[in-house]
């Protein structure tokens, strides 16, 4: 090699401060920042939904009843056999299952950090018990459970939530167990406690901040996941059930028409792919800006 | 403590795990309002007084611990109850999905196989190519694709628009021939493997590059060999070990992710039979599936195990 190896980008600077290291790290990473301006796009697009189109979800065209005709300049993605606005109803579906998967992964984070915390800070019989327990989740197979259970609850949008984020929960179990584990023995947990702080204290004043880098990527891969559950989910009819549109029962309806006009499903997927793959660019992402292995 | 030893305690310790993942399917399913009698509730000519008999007869009028104790006694002894939507044994009901869920899984696990190692050494060996930068954004659309919607689309375009291949069902009423199952597994099996191909591919990727800095490769390097046998005799093989175990822990994946690929392609296997129980609330039919389930789940861990002590003699079982 010649002496012009690049010099590395990763130049250490004494005096930068975690934040500010973790942006410069993630400015690096375009993929991520695309992924990241989209779901921002998405996120406006979802909250102003009714300003964005002149239709309502559920607003028929009576000319257009019957059949699903094909996009045009007044309905840029076609209309559907009842005379809905594709685009309109995509829209909304936006809100709902963009609202899902954020609220499912979260609600896994919360309790896997919960479990993984009081497992690896208590560690002993608190921490065989709740390991155990994870163990057994696990060997669980999740995706014909969740299946199971929304067949038989047909579940309103917060059960939908808790069921999909109560099954989720393992993964961030174990990496934040494993984070407590080694953060535990160091000397700022030592100083709090000779300075008289609570258990829960030193957990969650002290550690969890520690360990937050990897917890906030693995949500945000979590979001991508849910909300691919929750397509799948609605797509077989068992999740958020008509006439609330959501990207998963908009393909449900229109599978019927997948000969005589495909565009009725090509849509709706393309949306929860762009979603999803946004969501795990930025995921990839903030893994390089804030995970401290690498 | 010597391998048995460790492989003995392994199978052992598996026993309570199943013991509590039966009980935590069995209570959920059953404490789930609801029952398999509601198909019933609202017809005429059904009166109360036979719904109460029907449901003594399969005995959901006791308490869903004792139904628990029950169904676990009758298991222990091998039974594994009736279904109560066909009235056959579970086991016939099970037995005859299980060849289409194992064809077309198998196919879906040796088709992700075939393409993903290849795509990751090679992605490996040419990192930041053109190459490699085309495999890491294919393969980022592989893990965020919603693969039923695949389904659909590759269903509209080789099934109705191209008429190249059928478009779901196991074979050709009337046909049946191997190349008319051959054509009928395509789809679904192509399907299945999407999202196995993007992570084994991106998994046999970073395993590579990690092996390919090691210092090792650069000795093997300097003693003259080939780039040829310094990749696949001296790199591939140590890349290869932690692959193994993500390999052999999806396929069990692979088989619970049929529920989907089946359903969509009126493929009769497991998963569609999952759904089918589902709606009729079949329990023991539904038990019966996440369990073995379940069991496939924690063998292939046992197994994987096993094999990572074969292939890497640095492992030890302390």
Redesign the interface.
Known sequence: MSQAVSTPILKPRRDESFVGRAFRRFRRHKLAQAGLVVLILLGLAAIFAPTLTPYTFDGQDPALLGQPTAPSLKHPMGTDQLGRDNATRILYGARVSLLVGLSSALVATLLGTLIGALSGFYGGWTDAVLMRFTDMVLSIPILPLVIALSGFLRPSLVLLVLIIGGLGWMSTARLVRSQFLSLRTREYVEASRALGGSNSRIMFRHILPNAVGPIVVSTTLAVGGAILLESALSFFGLGVQPPTPTWGNLLNGSADWLETAPWLAAFPGLFILITVLSVNFLGDGLRDALDPRL | MNFSVYLTRRVLSSI???L??SI??YG??HL???GPTDVYADNPSVSPEALKNLERELGLDQPVPIQYLRWLGALLRGEWGYSIRSGRPVTADISERVGPTLALGGTAFALALLVALPLGILSALRRYSATDYIFTFLS??G????I???A??L??LFA?NLRLLPSAGLETIGDGSFVDRLRHLILPACILAVANIASWGRFVRSSMLDVLGLDYIRTARAKGLSERVVTYRHALRNALVPVVTVIALDF??I???A??TE?IFAWPGM?RL??EA??G?DYPV?MA??MI??FA??VT?VLTDLVYSLIDPRIRYE
């Open positions: 309570p795990l199943l509590g993942v935590i399917l959920v399913l789930a309002p609801g980022f659309l893990i965020s694709m919603p039923f919607w695949l659909l689309m269903q509209a109705i069990a994946a088989l619970s992710g529920v989907i359903t998963g999952f759904l589902m709606n609330r539904l599936l996440l389930g379940s789940l924690i861990n």
